[in-house]
DNA sequence: CTGAAAGCGCTTACAG
DNA sequence: CTGAAAGCGCTTACAG
């Protein structure tokens, strides 16, 4: 491999200068010079030694990719489809600005603190935030840039890019409302727990009381993660005396469970129960019927995500910030007119 | 952040000692000195600076995992959830080894080669290997320990990890055969380029000997990848005179959209048709019915690669090998006896 | 079992 | 616009 020594030697500049038309520093080089040493990196395919350049610039161009362990099973962080595509679209962004990826799941914010120093990582952005105490402790004693995705502290400076979930909670409600439902329910998994549902529930309630119908607690349905908390809750359902006519879940894959609970039980979606989802996720038009849900652009999530990192990168200073991006109601075909 | 020099300082030893009690190397360093070293890396909360380690050791700890792009869209494939699930096993594994995960998605060969001496990364891991040239010159040209998973060249020394995927056409085959079925049919993105979707062909073709069934050419079905192409097919296979009453997808995406497509039709499944899919991941159970499918240990496949990856990293000599995961039928509720 | 020294390949002030 | 020198924090032979 070949080091800038050898490109300085060939080129007769010093390696300071070869340093300088490696990292673009135009004012520092004549023009000339430049466009000879650039024609000795390509000859020697020179490629940068990024751990000599981390060690003496103290900044690695790594950007750690947190994913929290959600129970006992780490890998069940990716199987999430909307964590996998978020992931990939990062890893996008981050190639085309030269920067690295590197991932990482982690359960106390301990772990994430000892490898940012390890690697001297430039900056990190956390995934599906899952317990609350663990992500405050890390923001707090955080002391380099830090985006989180979907949480947001009110007492506590944070860089955060999430979606308006009370209004996404609300879109919800009201097409089931405007489609004549009454009886109408929400399931999520620990509701009170985690700030992002408790938004979407908030905006569940708005639409009940803008239309005047009934809230009933036993239609609010504390569920376990993914389809298998949809299909018992779909179960849980059929077995009451007095039923929703309508279900809004605080994530695709629990909507998910409740058409297949429900279709098990040998009733149809939506006609037996109309059933809206969250994320509008891979699985929303996999199954049949495909899934109303409340969209968002996972995209331009991640982008906007990465836009502040660099940001907070680039100026030690820009260290607070929240974004709020819409969300808006994709129609599929889990929803029917309630009928008399 | 406390260094190796200001450790030694403090217990009064040479940095190499330091060193060496950080590394390990117990054989080097008394035990009453390592103790105490120990204590004193301890108190002040040293943390191991990789950049310094990477340039004096030229080994970085760090593992390349590696996803090719398909499409444009170079998100997609985290999306696929056999891919994340991969993904989530393989960073465990290598975080309790202390290493570091490192994701790149390429188009080129050479991007990968480049980034490899970018980072001095210590091996790479190939993940739902697509084109087969960019594969083999991936292998060709690498001079590092790389493990493939689902791809197999004979021409070339490589080290790689697959599952029966002819064995698994087989039993899929198998099972429609013994319920009757005679007319089934195939469906797969591209089957001549994909050595892996050619061997699944090969042992569905296996089984219809075995059982005297005729192969039908209008039954083979090239489709595109996800249940878009399954979808496809579905409307095909519903316009044609003579169908078949089973189908057999290459992957479980195309097998959910085959479901949906007969479903949305208004036909029943498995009554109308029966399908079987492949790799028992995540949709497998999502949808109504749950898809019978070829099952594979997607941990198990993760655990392989990465102990073939760390014995290479370990042995220079240890560059061949091939390893041949078994699979099963996992049978749910897409199939049903063929009626006269 | 322990150490002094050289070196890994860069970047960063500091000078000119 | 260009350079000489110091230094980033480790590990690696080499000696003893």
Not at 32 to 53: D, P
Request: glycine share 6%.
């Amino acid at each position: 491999l070949v080091t800038i020594k050898e490109i300085a030697a060939e080129a007769g500049v010093s390696v300071m200068t070869v340093s300088n038309v490696i990292n673009g520093n135009s004012a520092r080089v004549s023009p000339a010079t430049a466009e000879r040493v650039r024609e000795i990196l390509q000859k020697h395919h020179y490629v940068r030694n990024m751990a000599a350049r981390t060690l003496s610039s103290r900044s690695s161009r790594i950007i750690g990719v947190l994913l929290p362990v959600w129970y006992e099973d780490s890998a069940s962080m990716l199987l999430d489809p909307y964590a996998g595509q978020m992931v990939g679209y990062i890893e996008e962004a981050l190639r085309i600005r030269q920067y690295y990826p590197m991932i990482f799941s982690f359960k106390k914010a301990e772990q994430v603190l000892t490898v940012q120093k390890t690697w001297q990582i430039d900056g990190m952005i956390l995934i599906m935030p899952h317990q609350d105490d663990v992500t405050h402790a890390l923001i707090e004693q955080s002391d380099f840039p830090l985006v989180v995705l979907d949480r947001y502290f009110e007492d506590l400076p944070m860089l955060s890019v999430g979606i308006d979930d009370r209004k996404g909670g609300y879109l919800a409600a009201r097409c089931l409302l405007e489609k004549g439902h009454r009886h109408i329910g929400f399931v999520a998994p620990a509701i009170q727990a985690s700030s992002v549902i408790h938004d979407r529930y908030l905006g569940f309630q708005d639409a009940l009381r803008e239309f005047g119908a009934d809230e009933n607690p036993d239609w609010v349905f504390d569920s376990v993660f993914h389809q298998e908390g949809g299909e018992e809750t779909a179960r849980k359902i059929l077995a009451m005396e007095s039923r929703p006519t309508g279900m809004i879940a605080s994530e695709d894959l629990i909507a998910c469970g409740l058409v297949r609970g429900v279709q098990e039980a040998g009733f149809p979606v939506p006609e037996a129960l109309s059933v809206i989802g969250f994320d509008d996720s891979l699985p929303s038009r996999l199954i049949s019927p495909s899934l109303t849900t409340i969209g968002q652009d996972i995209r331009e999530k991640a982008m906007t995500a990465i836009g502040m990192l660099f940001q907070a990168i680039s100026d030690p200073s820009f260290r607070v910030q929240r974004k709020v991006l819409d969300v808006r109601l994709v129609e599929r075909q889990s929803v029917c007119p309630v009928r008399r």
